[in-house]
């Protein structure tokens, strides 16, 4: 079935380190993922996307980075911040609306 | 209001009591979703609006939930004859037009079923 996971339950940064969250994906049709961030208590706020047509996408502190050849997704956050942690989703949408979400990881940074 | 808003934010059901959450939307926006989360797991799609139209509903568990946006806003999640399993987070998400424009999420309606 369709699937979008992540690698790993948990992550501690220390602050102002950067963090790499990973994310791999089942559907090879997927073309438009999203990142999400969620924080206790939150829905799931958008962070950044990316279109399969494109294999970087940088926004401010964030990048994502896809990789359609072993199904694989990542999201960099540069100089990790205590306001960074929450858990965050990686997402694909498909026929156009349908957002089938991973099961999470949540980051923690450490001052 | 700025953004999706959903009520009740915390309810408690007996269990077999029917429950109905309300969500609205950005003013605006075209596309409204139900999603389901439950404790450490990520949402899970539920329903989709597009306008009034429901067009599709394939993630709703049971026959026991139920959705409806009749007039192309506001739509209200029932669940009929709550039981343990429903306790979640039920969260609503609107965009402007469909899954390709950014969604935006509401603070969710906390279920707990006892």
């Known amino acids: 079935g369709e699937s979008v996971g992540l690698h790993l339950p948990t992550l501690s940064v220390q602050e102002g380190d950067n963090s790499i969250i990973n994310c791999a994906y089942s559907?090879?049709?997927?073309?438009?993922f999203i990142w999400y961030k969620q924080e206790s208590g939150k829905g799931p706020q958008f962070i950044i996307d990316?279109?399969?047509?494109?294999d970087k996408r940088q926004g401010q502190r964030v990048t994502v980075l896809l990789n359609k050849t072993v199904k694989h997704l990542s999201l960099q956050i540069a100089a990790t911040q205590p306001g960074d942690s929450a858990v965050y989703f990686c997402a694909d949408v498909t026929g156009g609306f349908k957002t089938i979400f991973g099961a999470g990881t949540r980051l923690f940074v450490k001052a | 209001g700025a953004g999706v808003s959903q009520s009740p934010r915390y309810k408690v059901a007996k269990r077999g009591q029917d429950v109905a959450l309300r969500c609205d939307p950005i003013s605006g926006h075209v596309s409204l979703f139900w999603y389901q989360q439950a404790l450490g797991q990520g949402p899970e799609f539920l329903t989709y609006f597009q306008n009034e139209a429901q067009l599709d509903k394939s993630g709703l568990p049971s026959d026991r939930f139920f959705a409806e946006r009749p007039e192309g806003s506001v739509s209200t999640l029932k669940i009929q004859r709550t039981q343990q399993e429903d306790s979640a987070v039920y969260l609503c998400?609107?965009?402007?037009?469909?899954?390709?424009?950014?969604?935006?999420f509401g603070e969710g309606s906390w279920l707990t079923v006892v």
């Open positions: 990316i279109r399969s047509n494109m």
């Open positions: 559907n090879s049709a997927s073309d438009y």
């Open positions: 998400a609107s965009s402007f037009d469909g899954g390709r424009n950014t969604i935006y």
